[in-house]
């Protein structure tokens, strides 16, 4: 783990769609020296839209296609799909197609190769025959899934690989947060946070609380802090 610079801890961030409020997520990521990657589904780049969440009506307006490399700068941009189905239901050819095509276009317009991915709709949203066409005969070199596991152990499987905790689960976010910095480990060990930008416009943890996890979580002398590709490859 020299990619790590040494480091046997590492946190990265992870947020889905491709969403306006993602600017301002970004805003605090940098202030705070943090890294994340953002999945995008490249057919619905720059459509306008709201979404209803905890009984709030929320904006669900995606970065538009000419935006993507200057909102991303610094960060990962990745695979969401094209269109956001649930690849589980479709065919191999549909799914090499929505994943491949969504890579293509977003690697032109990020300006560099997109290996990155996170499946698409909540549940279950992948399964091991999805796992393998998408390794098989895509450009993907790791996909990322819903399920949340508590902890920070690695994880052999790239192509289903769960994240540590929902950042809307608040408590578990701030437990977890103070465990992973006061963790003495001699095995890389990785926090992996992951959610939507928008659910903060929604209160399902507000900006503020936000804002304080990253201050709390950021500038540990032990933590290399990265964006999906630069922990997980």
């Given at each position: 783990m020299e990619k790590w610079q040494g480091k046997k801890k590492a946190v990265t961030f992870?947020?889905?769609?491709?969403v306006h409020q993602d600017v301002r997520l970004i805003e605090i990521l940098n202030k705070y020296g943090l890294k994340g990657t953002f999945n995008l589904n490249s057919a619905y780049l720059g459509c306008k839209g709201k979404l209803e969440r905890n009984g709030r009506v929320v904006g669900h307006y995606k970065v538009g296609p000419t935006e993507v490399k200057s909102v991303y700068a610094g960060h990962e941009v990745a695979v969401h799909t094209l269109a956001h189905p649930n690849?589980?239901?479709?065919?191999?050819e549909t799914i090499v197609y929505q994943v491949e095509r969504d890579r293509l276009t977003l690697s032109e317009l990020a300006g560099y190769e997109v290996v990155g991915m996170a499946y698409p709709c909540g549940g279950v949203n992948n399964d091991d025959r999805v796992a393998d066409i998408i390794k098989r005969r895509t450009g993907v070199k790791y996909s990322r899934t819903v399920i949340s596991t508590g902890n920070f152990d690695l994880q052999e499987n790239l192509y289903r690989f769960n994240p540590s905790v929902y950042y809307t689960d608040e408590k578990a976010l701030f437990e977890l947060g103070e465990k992973f910095i006061n963790l003495k480990t001699d095995i890389p060990q990785i926090f992996y946070i992951w959610g939507h930008s928008y659910e903060m416009d929604a209160e399902y943890i507000s900006w503020e609380k936000f804002e304080e996890f990253c201050k709390f979580i950021s500038?540990?002398?032990d933590i290399f802090y990265g964006t999906n590709k630069e922990v997980l490859l």
């Open positions: 992870s947020f889905d769609d491709g690849l589980t239901e479709l065919e191999e500038g540990k002398s």
